[in-house]
């Protein structure tokens, strides 16, 4: 079912009960896939807030994190993290694995999704990309099937760790059409790669390909801003986004703190924090920093959560050979 993934937190901030048992805890250890120039602001500002809890940053890819956290909990009585931030499908991987790997929180600050697991902090649209130096306007795709233009044969690139856009692709053209567009595209030699600062940064923003698909829109929005020559397409096409989510450990060290870190991602001055970074966020009062039409976007799915194995084997097995 197509749907919105997240649910409007309501206006205003509520009192933490957790500060000071989380003083005493001291420390918080924050796992995430935000970047580094993402996530030391928001770090920053916590630490203002809530002086005396320390933040542990592990920052890796989202690949490298269901990875990481699923042997450290096969290995270790407890978990090494308190809190983690990632996709809601990478998260949903993660439990497929190891059920309890995390505990169920109500922030009053946002409710939990479905399940509470887990609370939605903000969107990404999932697009394509394309350098503004080598492709002039009138030839930038506004639909999915201009993929599959003869000028993209060869000069394309495809982004392995966002397997989510398989199921974009399936849901959008509905199963057999999709397969079918899937491979066509394949078709197209596009170059396999992972990782937002290698293929967009050095193989997009370098000229190296033309165009590469899917990239998160407010990555490419921070390359931009930086110089470089790239930016993303506002399809005309449904455009697929994925949300990404804030979840407390199940066998957590320092529960206070985790919970005080959370409430505080979660509230508005958090979530101001993050629309000053280019972030698409799910508080209604807060006001994202780029204009984005909601009509044009269809949010991935339970199916994209729970069967997130199975679009992860068909992204390798259709464009890594």
């Known amino acids: 079912m197509i749907g919105l993934l997240f649910r409007i937190a309501p206006d205003g901030f509520a009192a933490s009960p957790w500060y000071e048992e989380a003083k005493k805890e001291g420390i918080v250890v924050w796992y995430t896939s935000d970047n580094i120039d993402e996530a030391k602001p ?10 005396g809890v ?22 270790g009585r407890s978990d090494n993290a ?4 990632t996709t809601s499908e ?16 109500t922030s009053p600050e ?10 939605a902090q903000y969107f990404t649209i999932r ?11 009138n030839e930038v795709p506004r639909r999915w099937t201009d993929l599959l233009a003869e000028r993209w044969k060869g000069k394309a690139a495809i982004n392995l760790n966002t397997y989510q856009w398989i199921y974009a692709m399936l849901d959008f053209f509905g199963e057999p059409k999709g397969m079918e567009f899937l491979k066509r595209f394949a078709a197209q030699n596009p170059r396999p790669g992972r990782g937002t600062t290698l293929m967009a940064q050095q193989w997009l923003g370098g000229g190296e390909v033309e165009i590469a698909v899917p990239f998160n829109h407010d990555g490419i929005d921070r390359l931009r801003e930086r110089g470089s020559p790239v930016d993303w397409t506002r399809l005309d096409d449904p455009n697929y986004a994925t949300t990404n989510v804030i979840a407390i450990l199940g066998k957590v060290q320092h529960p206070n703190a985790a919970r005080l870190f959370v409430d505080f991602a979660l509230s508005r001055e958090g979530q101001t924090l ?9 508080r209604r009062d807060v006001a994202m920093k780029y204009r984005i039409d909601l009509k044009k976007i269809r949010f991935t799915g339970e199916q994209a959560r729970t069967e997130a194995a199975r679009y992860q084997k068909l ?7």
Do not use: C
Not at 82 to 85: A, K, M, R, W
Not at 127 to 137: D, E, G, K, Q, S
């Open 110 to 119: 946002h409710p939990p999704e479905a399940g509470g697991y887990y609370s």
């Open 42 to 51: 928001f770090i920053d500002a916590f630490s203002k807030k809530y002086q």
């Open 274 to 282: 993050k629309a000053k970074l280019g972030k698409a966020v799910v």
């Open 90 to 105: 990478h998260l949903e991987l993660m439990r497929s694995e190891i059920p309890d790997l995390f505990q169920k929180y």
């Open 54 to 75: 320390m933040v542990v940053l592990n920052r890796q890819g989202t690949a490298s994190l269901v990875t990481k956290m699923v042997a450290e909990r096969r290995i």
């Open 82 to 85: 308190d809190v983690l931030s």
């Open 315 to 321: 992204m390798l097995d259709i464009f890594s050979k």
């Open 127 to 137: 697009t394509i990309a394309y350098n503004t130096r080598l492709v002039p306007p």
